[in-house]
T-cell receptor
Framework: QKEVEQDPGPLSVPEGAIVSLNCTYSNSAFQYFMWYRQYSRKGPELLMY????GNKEDGRFTAQVDKSSKYISLFIRDSQPSDSATYLCAMSSYNTDKLIFGTGTRLQVFP | EAGVTQFPSHSVIEKGQTVTLRCDPISGHDNLYWYRRVMGKEIKFLLH????????ESGMPNNRFLAERTGGTYSTLKVQPAELEDSGVYFC???????????????FGAGSRLTVL
């Protein structure tokens, strides 16, 4: 069983839709939860990170962590065609720098 | 500020040949990481340098892979001899020194795509 599970998609939504991206994980030692965005032929770019449980909002993006369910989410409001990319969740424990990634969800926002 | 630079962007070699990938981290970043994404799989950790020292190389697949970071600046990852299963995208990332608190924020390069025929 993978430590981090993420639906690869693709997910196709119309412009303006609310997008929900999710990951589940099995390692209860994970403390840091990150969302990366990756455009084609580019490297992953950090969007947001959350420590432990709770919500974090940054503009149109909201990250949620539910440690009791081992479930994290990224919401994108008012999605734009420029949001079309692959979204990767990543996690790490407190005492290590090693990131464990999900496989990524490919998102396409059409005009 | 220049980002993390990787070279080459794409390399096509035959099985049994040698390839060397290079990474130039962000200036002043002590931490340098190599990750790899094999087709259809998740990005996986290979190793971590702190300056010139290997902090964690638990993700290196086997002894055909050799990573170096002489002088604590740029790093090279050599694959010798290359096998078909080594094909994938090799990402380098860097981050500053000790984190005061919070997550270790990595900046990734665009990756070096390796194709072994």
């Amino acid at each position: 069983q993978k430590e981090v599970e993420q639906d690869p998609g693709p997910l196709s939504v119309p412009e303006g839709a609310i997008v929900s991206l999710n990951c589940t994980y099995s390692n209860s030692a994970f403390q840091y939860f990150m969302w990366y965005r990756q455009y084609s032929r580019k490297g992953p770019e950090l969007l947001m990170y959350t420590y432990s449980s709770g919500n974090k909002e940054d503009g149109r993006f909201t990250a949620q962590v539910d440690k009791s369910s081992k479930y994290i989410s990224l919401f994108i409001r008012d999605s734009q065609p420029s949001d079309s990319a692959t979204y990767l969740c990543a996690m790490s424990s407190y005492n290590t720098d090693k990131l464990i990634f999900g496989t990524g969800t490919r998102l396409q926002v059409f005009p | 500020e220049a980002g993390v630079t990787q070279f080459p962007s794409h390399s096509v070699i035959e099985k049994g040949q040698t390839v060397t990938l290079r990474c130039d981290p962000i200036s002043g970043h002590d931490n340098l990481y190599w990750y790899r994404r094999v087709m259809g799989k998740e990005i996986k950790f290979l190793l971590h340098f702190v300056k010139e020292s290997k902090q964690d190389e638990s993700g290196m697949p086997n002894n055909r892979f050799l990573a170096e970071r002489t002088g604590g600046t740029y790093s090279t990852l050599k694959v010798q001899p290359a096998e078909l299963e080594d094909s994938g995208v090799y990402f380098c990332a860097s981050s500053q020194g000790q984190r005061n608190s919070g997550a270790n924020v990595l900046t990734f390069g665009a990756g070096s795509r390796l194709t072994v025929l």
